[in-house]
């Protein structure tokens, strides 16, 4: 909608007093450069937009106040006063708003007021999403981003819980050097669940997706099928509640057409060697 008639004061408060505020934002918007020149003008303005901070927003078209607030925000200071209280008025709400739809438009208001609790929930999540681009020699061809860090100290940890499980996946890799060995996979990853759910309860549906196997050796050259799967179990495994989920994921293998080695160690400490010695003799019966 252009400019087709001069603005005057009348016509914006009859427009503030009809409660079009998209109205009064085009007219302020086709006239800066009169505001400037006329302080009656400007005022007339002001004190619209007063009644709008004044007025009940659940009332007022979506779109329009969205928009309304966003000329205000941007024509503040030079064409138009507003209290401290509705410059915080009108950050909440334009945070709040664009939070979900436009996180990055939602953090440039948020950094306007960042001590609000709004703000600093907004200016955080902003943090966490924000990515960068790498640029690199096939960057024609390949996006690659990287996220930015908002932590100086990593909190990372290990794949492995226990020095012996580090060591029984060392002995494994020695084994199979021809394959590749993966520790802690899925058993979504390398089971097939709509061939066995048949055969399943409702339990051992939910226990298939929460599951993991502790080592399992890949054949890389047969289109990375699993041929052998291993669990290392400790004292832990005795308890009831873990003896009825080694049950269901023995049950799981087996449905599947699988073997699940267990590997339980008595005593002590047992050594890369001594794993491998056992692993090769029960493979070789």
Known sequence: ??????????????????????????????????????????NAFNNTISGLFASDWGKIDSSSLVEALR???????RYLTITDSQYEEL??????????SDLKLANHYAKSLPNLDCSRKVIELYKESERKEILHRKSDKIKIDENVRTSDSQHTRSLFKSKQEKDFFHALRNIFQMHT??????????????????????????????SVIDTVVIDH???????????????????TEQKKKDVMKNKILRKAG?????????????SISEFE?????????
Not at 6 to 24: F, L
Not at 71 to 77: D, G, L
């Open 91 to 100: 950050i909440r709400f334009l945070v709040n708003h664009f939070q979900e």
């Open 277 to 285: 010695i056992a692993i090769k003799d029960v493979l070789n019966k």
């Open 221 to 239: 050259s047969n289109d990375y099928q699993p041929i052998y799967f291993f669990e290392l179990d400790s004292h832990y495994h005795f308890e």
């Open 258 to 270: 699988c073997k699940l080695y267990r590997i339980f160690k008595h005593e002590g400490n047992v």
């Open 71 to 77: 000329i205000i925000y941007e024509f503040r200071n």
């Open 181 to 210: 060995v993966y520790p802690n996979v899925a058993v979504s990853s390398v089971i097939d669940f709509n061939s066995i759910k048949d055969y399943l309860t409702q339990e051992e549906k939910s226990y298939f997706f929460t």
């Open 1 to 42: 909608m252009r400019k087709s008639f001069e603005v005057t004061r009348e016509k914006v408060w009859e427009a503030a007093q009809n409660g079009e505020w998209n109205k009064v934002i085009n007219y302020l918007r086709w006239s800066k450069s009169e505001v400037e020149k006329d302080p009656q003008l400007k």
